[in-house]
């Protein structure tokens, strides 16, 4: 249901620097929409991912997303605190 709340929050994906969403790499439940999908989404809306950790096993995992020119300085942010990379 990530992509129809993202859907239904426009107006808040204006205003927020990032955010992290569920994603699946194969139809977990009916209608699951696939990480490209999500990709694709907030990228139409200015947002660049630049983490995500999903489990090859359960297909399905957390993705980070950060408004395009915000990227940098979220880079610069998760690598201090060692979250890039470890995902």
Do not use: C
């Amino acid at each position: 249901y990530e992509l129809h709340v993202l859907r239904g929050a426009e107006r808040t994906l204006q205003r927020v620097e990032a955010v992290m969403a569920e994603v699946f790499t194969a139809e977990y439940y009916k209608g699951a929409p696939l990480v490209g999908e999500v990709d694709r989404f907030m990228a139409q809306r200015g947002f660049v991912k630049v983490q995500s950790r999903i489990s090859r096993r359960r297909r399905f995992g957390d993705a980070f997303y950060v408004r395009g020119e915000r990227v940098p300085a979220w880079r610069g942010a998760l690598s201090r605190v060692g979250l890039v990379g470890t995902w």
